[in-house]
C-alpha cells in the first residue's frame, strides 16, 4: 500500500512531537512514524523537573511534556503509526515502511528526521557480563518497565545523564555505590551532582572503569585513577562491590536513515560526533528533509522540542499552509526561546557547535 | 550577612553555575529572588528583607538547590523526593552536603501541595550549631 501525506515524520519523540503539532495546528497533513510501542522518545523516562524560564516550561518534569504533546496531538488528529519500522529512504522523498509486518511505501512532501540518539559504548574486559548497560536502559527499565536493573550500582560517566539517571536509581531504591569520571571535574550540572553528593554516593574523578568481573554476571567492578590522556594509573586499583554497570558516556545521533538519503553530514565532536550539516531553518543538504532534535546534534529534550518547532514552521512555509510574515513571527519567537536555553558555561558550547553546524551548511549551499 | 540581625526562616540559595534558569524568581510571591544580571543564566539572589521563608522556592527550584534556614529555631526546610515520605514528628539522622551523618533531628513539618509535583518541602529541627551544615536527611531504618 501507499500512503501519500504532506508531511511524514520519523520519530515521535521530544522533536519529531512538536514538529506534528506545529504542522497540525496550521492545518497541515501529517503522519508520524515510531519503531516504539508508545510513543513520547525519551520524554516518559524524565522524571525529573526541567530547567528553563517559564515559556520553556521551567520545573515541569520531563514526562509531564509527553502528556501534553500526545493529549495536543490526539486533540489536532495527528496520525501517529506506532510499532512502525521506516527501513528506507529513498529518492523523491519516499520511505519505506513495516507496519504490522507489511511493508508500505510512504510518499511525503517533505520528511522530517527526528530519530535521536544512540548510547556511546564504552569497552572493557567484562563489557559484555549481563549487568552491563546504558545508563538509558537502566532508566527504562525503572521508569518505563518498573524493573530495578541491579541493586549496587556503578555509573560510568558524570554528564548530566550519568548524575540524573543516578539519582533515579537512588530514588527507585538502588544504591549507587560509585560515580566514575575520567575528568578531574564533574561533567553535568553542579546543581545535579550535590543531589547525589547530600545521598553520599561516593564520586570517583580521574578514574576509569578498568574491568567488570563475576561468574555469569558482574559480581565486581575494578576501577582505577588514571592520569594524563586518560592512562590508567597502576596501582590506583580499586575493587567495588556491584551487580551492575552503567554506561553514560555520551550519545550520538542515529543517522542510519540520514545516510540513505544522501544528506551531508560534517563531524562536530560537541554535537556527539557526525552530524547532518543543516540550515538554522533545520533542512538538511537534501532539500525537502528536515531534522530535529538529537539526531540534529545532542543536546536536551527542552532544545529538541524547539527545534521541532523550527523544522515545523519551515515546513509548512514552503508548502504554502504558513504564509511568509507569520513563519517569520513565530521563527523569531522560537529562536528567542532557543537561544535562552543555550548560554551558561554548559549551553554555551552547544550554541557554538550548533553555529557552526549551520556555518558549515551556509558555506555548502554557497558552493 | 555578617553583622546583621536575620530574625525567622530565610531562603538559603545555594545555585553557583550559571545555568539558564529562573523558577525561582517567578515563583516568589513576595518578589524577593531575582537574577543577578540581565540574563535568565545570572545567579540568582535573595533580598532577605523581603522573604518569609515560605518555602515555595524550595520545592520550585529544579535542581533541589534552595532550602529555608531558621538560625534562632534551628531549622533547615529540605527538597525531599524519596519514599516512604517521613511523618512529622518522626525522628531522622541530619546529613550534610556530601550525605555524612551530622546529628539528629526531628520532622517538624511537611508542607506539600499538587503544584510542588511529588516534591515534599521537609522542615527538620536540630541543634541551631549546625544550621548551615545540614542539607539533608535520612530515614533511620529499623533495626540497623
Known amino acids: ?367 | 550577612m555578617e553583622g546583621k540581625v536575620i530574625i525567622g526562616p530565610k531562603a538559603v540559595i545555594e545555585c553557583t553555575e550559571d545555568i539558564p534558569c529562573n523558577p525561582c524568581m517567578t515563583c516568589c510571591a513576595k518578589h524577593a529572588i531575582s537574577l543577578d544580571g540581565d540574563s535568565i543564566n545570572s545567579l540568582p539572589v535573595l533580598d532577605d528583607e523581603k522573604c518569609n521563608g515560605c518555602g515555595i522556592c524550595v520545592a520550585s527550584c529544579p535542581g533541589m538547590a534552595i532550602f529555608v534556614v531558621d538560625v534562632n529555631e534551628g531549622t533547615v526546610a529540605l527538597p525531599y523526593e524519596f519514599i516512604p515520605i517521613p511523618e512529622e514528628g518522626q525522628e531522622i539522622d541530619a546529613t550534610d552536603r556530601q550525605g555524612k551523618f551530622v546529628c539528629k533531628g526531628i520532622v517538624q513539618k511537611i508542607m506539600y501541595t499538587d503544584k510542588f509535583d511529588h516534591t515534599n518541602v521537609v522542615t527538620i529541627k536540630i541543634p541551631k550549631e549546625y544550621v548551615n551544615d545540614v542539607r539533608g536527611m535520612k530515614i533511620i531504618k529499623e533495626g540497623v
Open chain 1, 1 to 367: 500500500m501507499i500512503y501519500n501525506t504532506q508531511v511524514a515524520i520519523i520519530g515521535a519523540g521530544p522533536a519529531g512531537l512538536s514538529a506534528a503539532i506545529e504542522i497540525a495546528k496550521d492545518g497541515g497533513q501529517v503522519m508520524v512514524f515510531d519503531e516504539n510501542d508508545r510513543p513520547g522518545g525519551q520524554l516518559f523516562k524524565q522524571i525529573h523537573k526541567f530547567f528553563g524560564s517559564e515559556h520553556h516550561g521551567a520545573g515541569i518534569r520531563g514526562f509531564r511534556f509527553g502528556e501534553k504533546m500526545l493529549e495536543d496531538c490526539r486533540n489536532l488528529g495527528v496520525d501517529i503509526r506506532l510499532n512502525t519500522v521506516v527501513y528506507g529512504m529513498f529518492p523523491d522523498n519516499e520511505l519505506g515502511i513495516v507496519e504490522n509486518g507489511k511493508s508500505h511505501t510512504v510518499k511525503a512532501e517533505r520528511i522530517i528526521v527526528a530519530t535521536g540518539a544512540t548510547e556511546k559504548p564504552l569497552a572493557f574486559p567484562g563489557w559484555d557480563l549481563p549487568g552491563v548497560m546504558g545508563a538509558g536502559a537502566a532508566q527504562t527499565m525503572m521508569n518505563i518497565n518498573r524493573v530495578q536493573p541491579g541493586n549496587r550500582i556503578v555509573m560510568i560517566g558524570s554528564g548530566n545523564v550519568g548524575l540524573v539517571v543516578s539519582y533515579q536509581l537512588l530514588q527507585a531504591g538502588m544504591d549507587v555505590v560509585a560515580l566514575v569520571e575520567g575528568l578531574p571535574k564533574v561533567n553535568g550540572y553542579d546543581v545535579h551532582a550535590n543531589k547525589l553528593k547530600r545521598q553520599g554516593v561516593p564520586f570517583y574523578m580521574s578514574h576509569t572503569i578498568v574491568e567488570a568481573k563475576g561468574n555469569g554476571k558482574v559480581e565486581e567492578v575494578v576501577i582505577a585513577e588514571v592520569g594524563p590522556r586518560f592512562a590508567v594509573k597502576e596501582g590506583t586499583e580499586k575493587v567495588i562491590k556491584a551487580d551492575t554497570v552503567c554506561l553514560a558516556v555520551g550519545l550520538m545521533p542515529s543517522l542510519e536513515l540520514l545516510r540513505m538519503s544522501g544528506a551531508a553530514f560534517t563531524h562536530i565532536p560537541a554535537m556527539g560526533g557526525y552530524v547532518p550539516m543543516h540550515s538554522k531553518n533545520m533542512q538538511t543538504t537534501n532539500s525537502g528533509i528536515y531534522v530535529a532534535g538529537d539526531v540534529a546534534g545532542i543536546e536536551e529534550a527542552s532544545t529538541a522540542m524547539e527545534e521541532g518547532k523550527l523544522a515545523g514552521i519551515a515546513v509548512c512555509k514552503e508548502l504554502g499552509i504558513l504564509d511568509e510574515a507569520d513563519a517569520l513571527k513565530r521563527e523569531a519567537e522560537v529562536n528567542e526561546r532557543i537561544s535562552e536555553l543555550r548560554i551558561g558555561s554548559h549551553g554555551e558550547k552547544r550554541r557554538e557547535a550548533k553555529d557552526e553546524i549551520i556555518r558549515r551548511y551556509d558555506s555548502w549551499k554557497e558552493k
